[in-house]
């Protein structure tokens, strides 16, 4: 089983994947952090398990859990319905994801870790 800690990096390597530098990389490389690496690690790493592992650790606020489980699930339908490169560089759905996950991260960065 993963540490605690190490869930935490896997947590905040997600939501990095949604930063907008991401934009700049091209379309192969931004394809595999979107639909391979962000997949992969916003079911794992956003999921309600690790989250709530997270908050109950002191890693990140419980004034956030409704919002990250949110994005979790919308990353989801995104993945299955708009899961183009261009639909991501310019679909306003991926362009709101990227925003409430770029808050997300920032919040945690910031905010006191407790519930």
Request: charge should be negative; hydrophobic fraction near 40%; avoid cysteine.
């Amino acid at each position: 089983m993963i540490t605690i800690q190490e869930s935490f990096e896997y947590f905040m390597d997600a939501l990095s994947r949604l930063d907008d530098e991401k934009l700049e990389l091209s379309d192969l490389e931004l394809s595999s952090e979107i639909f391979e690496e962000l997949n992969v690690g916003s079911h794992s790493f956003m999921h309600e398990w690790t989250v709530d592992r997270l908050i109950e650790g002191n890693l990140i606020p419980k004034l956030l859990r409704e919002r990250i489980l949110k994005l979790r699930e919308s990353i989801s339908i995104l993945m299955q319905s708009k899961n183009s490169i261009e639909a991501y560089r310019n679909d306003n759905e991926w362009t709101a994801i990227r925003n409430e996950g770029n808050a997300i991260m920032h919040a945690v960065k910031t905010l006191p870790n407790k519930g």
